[in-house]
T-cell receptor, first 110, second 114 residues
Framework: GIQVEQSPPDLILQEGANSTLRCNFSDSVNNLQWFHQNPWGQLINLFYIPSGTKQNGRLSATTVATERYSLLYISSSQTTDSGVYFCAVGSGGSNYKLTFGKGTLLTVNP | DTAVSQTPKYLVTQMGNDKSIKCEQNLGHDTMYWYKQDSKKFLKIMFSYNNKELIINETVPNRFSPKSPDKAHLNLHINSLELGDSAVYFC?????????????FGSGTRLTVV
């Protein structure tokens, strides 16, 4: 099956710093989503981005499908950005299954 | 109104028992899922249903039996619980692919088998 690798596994920032999280995948995808799991365990969908670039406030994401990677940018980080960021992909024409990466644990200190 | 709601939020039970987790979505989505998150936070698909039909069964033991009485509900029944079943179980839903596509997850059910 498709492999999803996220880097870095852990990231510690001071409030106000910027960061880039990376997601590499091993095969072509028709579905790529970024999620944030907050410290209380809630999973929030950030972006559906199988290709191209999207922005939502301080967050933006870019997927270069031909090179099999996606980037999540967090600017002016806040303590509420802390948590685990997951990249998840769907491939093989199936819209009914996402394969998740192991996540990046982000800690933003005040 | 909660978009995807799961009950119960916490479940502590003894080995060998049978338990159920319920999930309901009020988003009008066609597809619902069960995902399992282990102690290392790894998320893995268990089942996918589209309009009440089972689409994906990801090599889950037969002790796990999903049921979808209608497209707004997807329940998970687990027989003969084992210690290794301890995890957080997430229900999710999604609509057809489109510009606003994306999964909506429930808040999770933390199952502890003792």
């Amino acid at each position: 099956g498709i492999q999803v690798e996220q880097s870095p596994p852990d990231l510690i920032l001071q409030e106000g710093a910027n960061s880039t999280l990376r997601c590499n995948f091993s095969d072509s995808v028709n579905n790529l989503q970024w999620f944030h799991q907050n410290p209380w365990g809630q999973l929030i969908n950030l972006f559906y981005i199988p290709s191209g670039t999207k922005q939502n406030g301080r967050l933006s994401a870019t997927t270069v499908a031909t090179e099999r990677y996606s980037l999540l940018y967090i600017s002016s980080s806040q303590t509420t950005d802390s948590g685990v960021y997951f990249c998840a992909v769907g491939s093989g024409g199936s819209n009914y299954k996402l394969t998740f990466g192991k996540g990046t644990l982000l800690t933003v200190n005040p | 109104d909660t978009a995807v709601s799961q009950t119960p939020k916490y479940l502590v039970t003894q080995m060998g028992n049978d338990k159920s987790i319920k999930c309901e979505q009020n988003l009008g989505h066609d597809t619902m899922y069960w995902y399992k998150q282990d102690s290392k936070k790894f998320l893995k698909i268990m089942f996918s249903y589209n309009n009440k039909e089972l689409i994906i069964n990801e090599t889950v033991p037969n002790r796990f039996s999903p049921k979808s009485p209608d497209k707004a509900h997807l329940n998970l029944h687990i027989n003969s619980l084992e210690l290794g079943d301890s995890a957080v179980y997430f229900c999710a839903s999604s609509q057809l692919l489109g510009p606003n596509y994306g999964y909506t997850f429930g808040s999770g059910t933390r199952l502890t088998v003792v």
